[in-house]
Structure formats: structure tokens, C-alpha cells
């Protein structure tokens, strides 16, 4: 089982995926989110790759924009989620949380982590999960659609994947998610660490992707509502339930 990811930088900071799957007969290769199908285009090309399919995480612009010309050059699969289907470019496969798809000679899974938009959803696959809008690198996205308590219970699934599953989210907001967590929780060692490694990555112009559920544990303050010091910060006490400390720190950084 080997399969390949390729990090495509689309637009101004989302990242799209391409997922190369070699133990398929002749290849197979999957595009998770199609932000801009010029990019996505190019990075076929130059590795003489077709697409078979597109995974689509939810129906914003900056993730499905470039859905319909690379449907029209390579004829390939668009899946998404049933829930927001009439919101998505045409689908081919429709799923729901719990649902497995087959990437390749691959099964990918498929939970609800609604929230950020409704029939938001993330694709789990071997040691890989692919988060859209929903987790994100050092952060989380804005609330649109969601309560506090529903985007709670996606990341919470989220966080008991396997510590060292690598998170490949939808942007690259890092350097601004790092001052922000630094408010939260100035003293956490390892977000330091992290801010000083995702601005080494910025200054070479390289992906800040992916980074492990672990590391993520350790670092993103929307997942470390249990954290005294991001309690302190949003005037939670000690028996605020998780949901509600999560809320408030995304409606902090919502006017951070
Ligand atoms: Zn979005
Ligand atoms: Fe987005």
C-alpha cells in the first residue's frame, strides 16, 4: 500500500490534494478540493497523471471553483457530501457520515464534521485524514453554519484518530492561527516551536502541511479546550464543558 500525496498551492492560500495510488492497476490519482483547476492541471501534467476522481469537503467557492473544467477534461468522479448536494457541483457518488468510498485500491472513510459550512465532511484514509474548512493548521474555520456544540463533536472525532494521522487541511492560515494561539496559551512550548517552523516553511515558500493529530493536540487551541491557561484566557472555569471553551475561543478569534 503506498499512496502519494501531492501538496498543489491554489489561489491565494488553499491547498488542494492530489492522491497517488500506485498499487492500482496503471495508477490511480484522486484531487481532494479543486480551488483552481489551472494549478491542479499543471501538476498533472508534469507528472503525466489523469485524474479518475474529485473528493469534494463542502461547497465553498475556494474549494470547488475549479470542479467543472477538470470534470470536462478528464471525465472523472465528483463525490460529495448528500447533505449539501444541491449546494455542490453535479455529484456523481453522494455520501454521509460513516460511509466508506474507494480510492483506489483504498477505502476512504467519510465523517460529519459540520460546523464551519453544513454536510461538511472529511475523508479519512490510512494514516491520512483530509479536513477541508473544519480542522485546519493550528486552527479551525469560522463558525458559519454550525453551533459550538456540532463543531465540537467533528473535532473531537477528529482528535481520536491515531496520533501520528497527518492532517491535510484546506488553507494555509498558519502564520496568523500562530499570534493567535500564542494569545490563548503564550506559554506552551510547543506552539512556539511550531510559530518558528511555520514561518521557516513560509519563508521558502513551502506547504505547512501536514502536521500529525498529535502535534495538532499539542498546539491548536481549538483542540485544547481541556487546557488551564486557554480557559484562563476566555474566562472559563474549570467545569465549563468542552463545547462552550471551544466556542469561545473561536468566537475570540473571530474578532482576533
Ligand atoms: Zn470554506
Ligand atoms: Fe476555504
Keep these: 500500500m503506498s499512496l502519494e500525496v501531492v501538496v498543489v498551492p491554489c489561489l491565494e492560500d488553499n491547498y488542494a ?36 476522481q474529485i473528493l469534494l469537503t463542502h461547497h465553498h467557492h475556494d474549494h470547488v471553483q475549479g470542479v467543472s ?8 468522479e465528483v463525490i460529495g457530501a448528500k447533505a449539501d448536494a444541491q449546494r455542490l457541483p453535479p ?19 467519510v465523517i460529519d464534521v459540520s460546523g464551519h459550512t453544513r ?13 477541508g474548512d473544519s480542522l485546519m493548521a493550528l486552527g479551525c474555520g469560522r463558525l458559519f453554519e454550525g453551533s459550538p456544540e456540532q463543531a465540537w463533536a467533528g473535532l473531537e ?8 494521522t497527518l492532517v491535510y487541511s484546506g488553507h494555509n492560515y498558519g502564520a496568523a492561527n500562530a499570534r493567535f494561539a500564542l ?40 483542540l485544547r479546550p481541556h487546557s488551564a491557561s486557554i480557559r484562563a484566557s476566555v474566562k472559563a472555569d474549570a467545569n465549563s464543558p468542552s463545547a462552550e471553551v471551544f466556542g469561545r475561543v473561536r468566537a475570540a478569534k473571530d474578532k482576533f
Design 17 to 52: 490534494y492530489l492522491l497517488h495510488d500506485d498499487d492500482c492497476d496503471g495508477g490511480h490519482v484522486a484531487l481532494v478540493d479543486a480551488p483552481d483547476a489551472a494549478p491542479i492541471h499543471a501538476a498533472l501534467q508534469q507528472r503525466g497523471w489523469t485524474l479518475s
Design 69 to 76: 473544467e477538470l470534470v470536462q477534461h478528464y471525465g472523472c
Design 91 to 109: 455529484l456523481d457518488t453522494v455520501v454521509s457520515d460513516g460511509d466508506h468510498c474507494q480510492v483506489g485500491s483504498l477505502s476512504a472513510q
Design 119 to 131: 454536510g461538511h465532511i472529511a475523508f479519512v484514509l490510512p494514516g491520512k485524514v483530509f479536513t
Design 157 to 164: 472525532r477528529l482528535s481520536a484518530l491515531a496520533p501520528e
Design 183 to 222: 494569545q490563548m496559551e503564550p506559554d506552551n512550548q510547543a506552539l512556539q516551536e511550531r510559530q518558528a517552523r511555520i514561518a521557516a516553511l513560509d519563508a521558502k515558500g513551502e506547504p505547512i502541511v501536514p502536521v500529525s493529530i498529535g502535534e495538532e493536540l499539542a498546539t491548536n487551541p481549538f
